[in-house]
């Protein structure tokens, strides 16, 4: 059974930090680009950040640079999003995904969840006071 399961959501100041944790199991996550999105009511999923299959690259939506920091343990098959700095506006179910390395971190392509094979259930984040 193919699956991804996130973890570490939860409510938080604005200025707080959240670190999600994604793991995988039935399949390894060696050879898989690992993204993170989210999706806000009423909102259209946004794709959030990705790291290629080895962590050597990494991508950002303009909003969360410098705020958000991608990272992967493939010995623990898990890959992970640490958010710094959290606004009300990040408030959203955040979901990670997997899939093929190449077309995932084409500099020239966005986030698209269209090339994602395998989804997480979501984890809610809400950044409130």
């Known amino acids: 059974q193919l699956q991804l399961v996130e973890s570490g959501g939860g409510l938080v100041q604005p200025g707080g930090s959240l670190r999600l944790s994604c793991v995988a199991s039935g399949f390894t996550v060696d050879y898989y680009a690992i993204g993170w999105f989210r999706q806000a009511p009423g909102k259209e999923r946004e794709g959030v950040s990705c790291?290629?299959?080895?962590?050597?690259?990494?991508k950002y939506v303009e909003s969360v640079k410098g705020r958000f920091t991608i990272s992967r343990d493939n010995a623990k098959n898990t890959v992970y999003l640490q958010m710094n700095s959290l606004k009300p506006e990040d408030t959203a179910v955040y979901y990670c995904a997997a899939g093929k390395d190449s077309l995932i971190m084409d500099p020239s392509n966005p986030i698209s969840e269209y090339v994602f094979d395998y989804w997480g259930q979501g984890t809610q984040v809400t950044v409130s006071s």
């Open positions: 790291i290629s299959s080895s962590g050597g690259r990494t």
